[in-house]
């Protein structure tokens, strides 16, 4: 941080085509210049100047297009967990700060985890399909209790997940970077060399890593055949981290007993795409995270963020641009 | 326990038309003399010189029936967590001790009735009908933390659904028949006749209470009026707590926001009935607390019993006949 803020920094949101500026965003008024882009066009012609881009899409091309106008950029913030879709090429190798939105999400998205969990177990699916045709049939099912869940990365998400899986009785193991001893919030965590010698134990394999290089297609047809055909996955993290097919191939052909998806390779997931009738697989929106009030949650933090900036504070949530994900030290 | 156990008892096992002899329990074949019944005909020809009756099923009347029959019966054991079918006023004035299977079934239900909150907070319910649709509609959704519950009914079935939805950050209150202070499972115990001025605060009701003559129809259409528009009620008790008009009114005119229903009035739930359409309704085969394996869990309970039984030491679980549910003191 060794730039001058300015008086009256320049801020310009990056957000979704038709969104409007974040509600709440204009108490900056006074303190900021305000500017708003959509796509690759109104962001060149917002960044000239620009010390600060909010970028509330976490889909967008835009910025790859528009960083040769990036003339003044000293810090970009995310208001999402993953930061892939603006980790590009130049941003990891500039000097410009990245920053997230870690920590919002973490607790819904570990609720929406859980309850999938249970309703795997409870077999609520099939309550429902059989509440459409009005037949009333007894089964068995599974308990949670005693049950073992492997959880893909072991970030603020993954361990909020492991928090409340322990606090309903399952064993959680989790997977990082690298293994580490005496982990707090799981049983064990190993490192992702390992992850093909865990998965067989898992009933519950849960996707919560930042997609990376090292991380984008993870879950193969190898990884898919690790797991034991009664195991279900659970994907909240980013949809490359799976590949596709493997898992289409996997769910119809039974090497593994389900799947619940919140995220995709091609969002939304295109009208027919085999995913939306895959056996005994439950489809979301990428929408785990978004509980009511998530907007207002997340402009509060990149307002509380931009105060820290504008007096040289250090920042919150600074991304590891090397990793592509905040760092533990950070936290 | 004044009574004398003979050497060879005869222990008649009341199962539900069709159903085998539970599994597992041939191993008392040299303990005691073994009779089946599934009717009121079988039971007359089996009760005579019976000493123990173990019914498994909850939903009997062949025991009224065929009490005049009883000549020597000393003890009668429900592997039901509800015994409303057994404590008929013949059975409540005699000398026979009764029994249940209180323990067998807490967490199992806990989970299902957990995984029913989550299921409600998280929408799961349209992502459900949306994916028959192929429709990608992304919504916010409620968070569950925080959110507060009311469980009616505090023996260990409620205790254990308390303890869950406190573990995964709910706030839980309990309606017990009298007022209790500094509950270790509960915020606060209130008594039955503060129902409704405890409703409005609640954002998840769940019915776990006995089947009395004090809980017959406790949730009349006053009851639910109580209720916010925004809260759920879930039924793992039995049936007849609830009035089913009133429930299917409040559902279809949206004084509550929806159900989840185990229990029946008329079970199977009869086809066409209004509460497999109601909206926001979720039904499921009375089936909440049947892991894989609780007959051989109840089972193993019962022969448990037996040998405390022969042995003259007192019976875990006994029912206090006069409440109609095992008391505080028993556990």
Redesign the interface.
Known sequence: MTQRVPDKPVITVLAAPGEALPPGLDSLAEMAALRQAWDAESLRATLPGAHVLCVTDFRTGALRQAWPCADRLQWIHATSAGVDAVLIAEVRTSDVLLTNARGIFD??IA??V??QI??F??D??R??E??QR?E??????????GKRALVVGAGAIGREIAR?AR???LTVEGIARSERSADPDFEAVYAAHDLCARLPDADFVIVAAPLTQTTRGLFDAVALRCMKRTARLINIGRGPIVVTDALVQALQEGWIAGAALDVFEE???P???PL?RAPNT???????G?????REALIEQFIEQFRRWRRGEPLHNLVDKGRGYVGATKE
Chains 1, 2 share one sequence.
Do not use: C
Request: aromatic share 14%; charged share 20%; proline share 4%.
């Open positions: 607790r819904p609720e929406y859980l309850g249970i309703a177990a409870k609520f699916h309550n429902w059989l509440q009005q009333w049939v007894h089964r068995d099912t599974e308990r949670v209790q409340l606090a309903v009785g969002e939304p997931l009208e027919n795409h939306w439950v489809v979301s929106a990428h929408m785990a978004d509980f009511l009030g998530w």
